[in-house]
């Protein structure tokens, strides 16, 4: 049973948002992954063509449900991590399979627990608003690290 007081859990804070500007980009929001205790957001921005960041929008749910699995295991950080990189690359194995000339950027977000993981391809970027003035968190884009600005 969960408290009166306490805070909600950290999925129920997010959201995707995205500008589409030429009607290449997909958001992708699934409350609960397969077995997992957790919730996938993700947007993908295609190059020549949507078609590419749709089939990804249709592919990465159940890739990473798939290797999430299902159990308590299957939300621990370390499984999520290795499950979203491994999601990532059999995604992408489907695209290049698929596309011969478009592809897309894709920025993901693992919520499970009080955990959140972040992994982007392209240079395509997440930025996390703390909620506290002056301090955000930033991954990709043209940069290869996780930022946190103060």
Known sequence: MVAPDAPPPLASHFHVSFCEAKGEDVSIVCKAVGGAAAALYAVADGHN????????????PGELARQ????PAAAEDDAVLRGLARAFVATNDSVTSTFYQGGC???AAVVSGDTLTLANVGDSRALLDTGAPGRSACIGGRSKHVSLVL
Do not use: M, P, R
Not at 68 to 71: D, K
């Open 68 to 71: 999430l699995g299902a159990g």
């Open 105 to 107: 950027t894709l920025t």
């Open 49 to 60: 063509g949507g078609q590419a960041a749709k089939h990804v929008a249709a592919t990465l």
